[in-house]
T-cell receptor
Framework: ETGVTQSPTHLIKTRGQQVTLRCSSQSGHNTVSWYQQALGQGPQFIFQYYREEENGRGNFPPRFSGLQFPNYSSELNVNALELDDSALYLC????????????FGQGTRLTVV | AQSVTQLDSQVPVFEEAPVELRCNYSSSVSVYLFWYVQYPNQGLQLLLKYLSGSTLVESINGFEAEFNKSQTSFHLRKPSVHISDTAEYFCAVSVFQGAQKLVFGQGTRLTINP
């Protein structure tokens, strides 16, 4: 059983650019959630994908978008990067349901300069 | 709206001393509660969870947490800490708002001094 993997682990972008982060979910998991963790803060829910459809979204602007593929892997896209987008982006996969465990990847550290 | 408050941002303790990391939640519905640990430059790892049943839940590395409905608390404890327990600890509640999501507290940085 493979765990959740994210790529890249680190990247640096310039304000105004676009970025794509990738996540491979754990085997057998059809639900992927993305979280943003700013420095010194707890993770904040961005959105969730279930069977290739977005089925929930946190308080993030439309320039944060995503995709889920038939193999349940996922992408997070951020357009028009702002300095405040600098954070650790975490992907979590689960089998769905309130009482199921979410397994997290190691995260992608995004720095916007 | 559901929320989680971790009452201490930093907790320094000496090795082999006991520790308690405090967590309070607000929720008007049934709750599922979690503690996650984050080691430096890593993602989150599940430490333990309360779903139902016994209010005292334990992890494999000596941590335990007790669900207290009347006090809306889910404090994390360990009777004797090790240097390797140095990490950031996050309390979270699972909620459904269009999607199942975790609402996290701000985190508590546990520092173990020799």
């Amino acid at each position: 059983e493979t765990g959740v993997t994210q790529s890249p682990t680190h990247l640096i972008k310039t304000r105004g650019q676009q970025v794509t982060l990738r996540c491979s979910s754990q085997s057998g998991h059809n639900t992927v959630s993305w979280y943003q963790q700013a420095l010194g803060q707890g993770p904040q829910f961005i959105f969730q994908y279930y069977r290739e459809e977005e089925n929930g979204r946190g308080n993030f602007p439309p320039r944060f978008s995503g995709l889920q593929f038939p193999n349940y892997s996922s992408e997070l896209n951020v357009n028009a990067l702002e300095l405040d987008d600098s954070a650790l982006y975490l992907c979590a996969s689960s089998g769905g349901g309130l009482n199921t465990e979410a397994f997290f990847g190691q995260g992608t550290r995004l720095t916007v300069v | 709206a559901q929320s989680v408050t971790q009452l201490d941002s930093q907790v320094p303790v000496f090795e082999e001393a006991p520790v308690e990391l405090r967590c309070n939640y607000s929720s008007s519905v049934s709750v599922y509660l979690f503690w996650y640990v984050q080691y430096p430059n890593q993602g989150l790892q599940l430490l333990l969870k309360y779903l139902s049943g016994s209010t005292l839940v334990e992890s494999i590395n000596g941590f335990e947490a007790e669900f207290n409905k009347s006090q809306t608390s889910f404090h994390l404890r360990k009777p004797s800490v090790h240097i390797s327990d140095t990490a950031e600890y996050f309390c979270a509640v699972s909620v459904f708002q269009g999607a199942q999501k975790l609402v996290f507290g701000q985190g508590t940085r546990l520092t173990i001094n020799p």
